[in-house]
């Protein structure tokens, strides 16, 4: 029943606040009629009956103007009030009901600090009002101190229904916030694992692919040199097809925002000298050289420098034209510094070393993922490099001894 109520109220406040009206009109204007012990004894006296419906005919004011509503109802009880000797009434709860109304909806409609202060000074003028009129005859009774305190009764329960509701609204809103924090934790955690994939299957199946095509135009040269040709001609078409749709694969996965998170902990620069050599058992002679004293790297650097220098060597085996290549690793306090060279004829097209394409993309954002920079430019009238500025942890460490070092 309770909820029927209140749901047709929230379709038609305002034949809801007519009948609010209604209902207290009524016990107003029939305490006019009233003496003492209750009971009817003339009827309604015009101006206390209008000064009623005027109180209760101000509650239509209540949504839009509660402050007004309340000064307009306090007003017309405070004369009701005085008049109320000299009509033959006394003033009681039913005189009172609509400010009591309207203290309510004050309080529902404001703050606590403006609902408290307006309560006080409304009961505080009715008391006032019942006890210096008519004149001369000013006394305080206790019904009259019980009146005054019973119409704050209304305003005090809308104050702790709308503290209820605030809070209700809050919980619900802090609940909203956390889902949609979880919902973006999730895209980002998927966006970061998007990138992750795309630098891998970029980086290890194109390696892997121009390893395999090397290698083949390398056994043919010395096995079948008349039949090289054809053969790496057909080799050419299905390859590079292949390459197509990796590079098709990786722009699907790739996604416009860099991701913040670091990479999952793979190779570092300890197997650095196992890539070198996959490089030279296809033709590429890599030279390798180091700077300073070693530091220790973090697990998400040390895969970082070795998929940079995995995937520079692959541009160079693909593009270079040239059959040697230099690997630095420069150490300072805080920095490694990877730069990777070759000395090969200058290129036709940005796209013929490329430039153009996903790999100096990934490198770049593997760099930037871990706090490091990566530039990359021609050499000159000859020649690419590759260099990445990349971070160390601070504690020094012993350097790794291989045997490919150069002095």
């Not at 605030?166 to 970061?192: F, I, K, N, P």
């Not at 940005?350 to 430019?377: D, F, K, N, Q, T």
């Amino acid at each position: 029943m309770i909820a029927e109520i209140r749901s047709w109220a929230r379709r038609h406040p305002r034949a809801f606040d007519m009948a609010i009206a209604a209902v207290l009109c009524g016990p107003a204007v029939l305490t006019t009629t009233m003496a003492q012990p209750p009971r009817i004894v003339r009827r309604p006296p015009p101006v206390p009956a209008a000064v009623a419906v005027l109180a209760c005919a101000a509650l239509m004011l209540r949504r839009t103007h509660p402050r007004l509503t309340v000064i307009i109802t306090t007003g017309c009880t405070a004369v009701l009030g005085a008049l109320g000797p000299s009509q033959g009434y006394e003033l009681g709860s039913t005189l009172t009901g609509p400010v009591m109304a309207a203290f309510a909806s004050l309080a529902w409609h404001t703050d606590g600090r403006t609902a408290a202060r307006c309560t006080a000074a409304a009961a505080a003028v009715l008391l006032a009002a019942s006890v210096l009129w008519p004149p001369g005859e000013a006394r305080l009774r206790p019904e009259q101190v019980g009146l005054a305190a019973f119409t704050l009764l209304p305003a005090a329960v809308a104050d702790a229904l709308r503290s209820r509701r605030d809070y209700v609204t809050a919980v619900e809103a802090r609940a909203a916030m956390a889902e949609h924090t979880r919902e973006e934790e999730a895209r980002r955690r998927v966006g970061a694992e998007r990138m992750r994939i795309a630098r891998e299957l970029h980086d290890v199946v194109a390696h892997h692919i121009t390893l395999a095509q090397a290698a083949t135009a390398d056994y043919l040269l010395a096995t079948r040199p008349d039949a090289a040709a054809e053969v790496t001609g057909n080799l050419t078409a299905p390859l590079t097809a292949a390459l197509g749709e990796l590079k098709a694969t990786v722009g699907l996965l790739r996604e416009h925002d860099e991701p913040t998170g670091s990479t999952e902990p793979a190779p570092g620069l300890a197997q650095l000298p196992d890539l070198l050599a996959s490089f030279e058992s296809v033709g590429l002679a890599v030279t390798l050289t180091r700077e300073g004293e070693a530091r220790p790297l973090s697990p998400g650097v040390g895969l970082t420098a070795y998929r940079i220098t995995q995937e520079a060597l692959t541009n160079v085996s693909k593009h270079a034209l040239t059959a040697t290549a230099a690997v630095h690793l420069r150490y300072t306090a805080d920095r490694l510094t990877l730069t990777v060279t070759d000395g090969g004829p200058a290129p036709t097209s940005p796209r013929s070393r490329g430039v153009a394409g996903y790999g100096l993309i990934g490198m770049r954002e593997r760099a930037h993922a871990v706090g490091g920079h990566l530039h990359a430019h021609l050499r000159g009238g000859a020649g690419f490099e590759v260099r990445a500025d990349l971070p160390t942890l601070t504690a020094p460490g012993p350097p790794p001894t291989t045997p490919r070092d150069a002095p």
